[in-house]
Every structure is written in structure tokens, then in C-alpha cells.
T-cell receptor
Framework: NAGVTQTPKFQVLKTGQSMTLQCAQD?????MYWYRQDPGMGLRLIYY???????DKGEVPNGYNVSRLNKREFSLRLESAAPSQTSVYFC??????????FGPGTRLTVT | EDQVTQSPEALRLQEGESSSLNCSYT??????LFWYRQDPGKGPEFLFT?????EEKEKERLKATLTKKESFLHITAPKPEDSATYLC????????????WGLGTSLAVNP
């Protein structure tokens, strides 16, 4: 089992560009999450999906959109990237109420 | 306000020097407390879940304990490969989807 996979691993964008971060899990989990991790701020929830077909905002959703494509895949889109979105992005999955399992992360720099 | 505080922020130990990391929390009702390990450049790796005061979990040199207000991660005779950031997260009983994360303790074990 690969667990949670994320692509790309690294990305550099210019302000105003758009991109989609891809995430897939093979653990048959219902819930999936997108977090960002910044120094001194810890892990902050951007969006989550409790089950296929549902998505909800987390703590810091502004500037992002998500799509739960199917049970396995959950993508995060930046429509118009800003320097404040420079961060490390983690996708995670879990059964509802259980501990999430994380992917390896995407390191995004917006110049 | 729900809050998770980890201490110390950073800890440097000599190989074999046992110590404890602290995670104190304030939530209306605890559903679960999770410990993770995070190596530089990687995603958090799940270690333990604790559900009720008095519960203990062990894995190799690590033992996690839980009281009504805090959790400890005890590291016995640490080795250099135990060097990492240790994260604590708390799940409020009133919300099964969102975790409240601490900022972590950065542990360095010198040979």
C-alpha cells in the first residue's frame, strides 16, 4: 500500500498563476483533509471532506478550492497564487473520528 | 477557547538520557489525543492515540500517557534516530472532524 500520495513534491509559482495539488489514498478512508504547515503556525486545516461528495471549509480556506473527485482522490486548487500561500501542503486521510495519515507534502513557493 | 500547548519548544538530549515531552490541552470534551513524529521534509507519522485519562501506549523507546489536562511522551534511553519534531493533536468530542494541533517539540539526540 502506498498510503497517501501527493503530487507534485515541489512547485514554484509566480503571483497570479494557478495550480492544482493532487492527492490520492489507497486505504479506503472516507475522510480526507488538506493542511498547510508554516513555521510558528503549526498545521492549519484548509478544507476537509468527510465523505465522497462532501467538502467543508477549515480554518484557512480563503484563496483555495477543493474537489473530492471520488473516494480516493482529493485535489486542492489555487486559482490565483499569492506570496502568502508559500507553504508546505499536506494531504491526509482517515476514518471519521480516527487519526489521520499524512502524505509526504508539497513544498510551494510563490514569488 | 480550545487550545493545545506543547513544551518545551526544543529539547537537546545526550544519547541514553531519558526525558519527557508535554502536551497540555483545553477542550470542552476530549474524544482523542494523538501523537505524531515529523522528520524534516516529511509528513507527520502517526505514533499513538489515547482516549481516556490513565491510558498508556508504548512503542519501542516511547511511552505516551494521558491525564485529564495533559499528555506526556516519555522517551527512554533515546538514540540519535529519535531526533525529530513531535506533534500533539487533540480531537474535541463535539467535532469529529477537526483536530487542534500543538506547535510541536523539536528533539535533538546527540551521540
Amino acid at each position: 500500500n502506498a498510503g497517501v500520495t501527493q503530487t507534485p513534491k515541489f512547485q514554484v509559482l509566480k503571483t497570479g498563476q494557478s495550480m492544482t495539488l493532487q492527492c490520492a489514498q489507497d486505504m479506503n478512508h472516507n475522510s480526507m483533509y488538506w493542511y498547510r504547515q508554516d513555521p510558528g503556525m503549526g498545521l492549519r486545516l484548509i478544507y476537509y471532506s468527510a465523505s465522497e461528495g462532501t467538502t467543508d471549509k477549515g480554518e484557512v480556506p480563503n484563496g483555495y478550492n477543493v474537489s473530492r473527485l471520488n473516494k480516493r482522490e482529493f485535489s486542492l486548487r489555487l486559482e490565483s497564487a499569492a506570496p502568502s500561500q508559500t507553504s508546505v501542503y499536506f494531504c491526509a486521510s482517515s476514518e471519521i473520528g480516527r487519526s489521520p495519515y499524512f502524505g509526504p507534502g508539497t513544498r510551494l513557493t510563490v514569488t | 477557547e480550545d487550545q493545545v500547548t506543547q513544551s518545551p519548544e526544543a529539547l537537546r538530549l545526550q544519547e541514553g538520557e531519558s526525558s519527557s515531552l508535554n502536551c497540555s490541552y483545553t477542550v470542552s470534551g476530549l474524544r482523542g489525543l494523538f501523537w505524531y513524529r515529523q522528520d524534516p521534509g516529511k509528513g507527520p507519522e502517526f505514533l499513538f492515540t489515547l482516549y481516556s485519562a490513565g491510558e498508556e501506549k508504548e512503542k519501542e523507546r516511547l511511552k505516551a500517557t494521558l491525564t485529564k489536562k495533559e499528555s506526556f511522551l516519555h522517551i527512554t534511553a533515546p538514540k540519535p534516530e529519535d531526533s525529530a519534531t513531535y506533534l500533539c493533536a487533540v480531537q474535541d468530542a463535539g467535532n469529529n472532524r477537526k483536530l487542534i494541533w500543538g506547535l510541536g517539540t523539536s528533539l535533538a539526540v546527540n551521540p
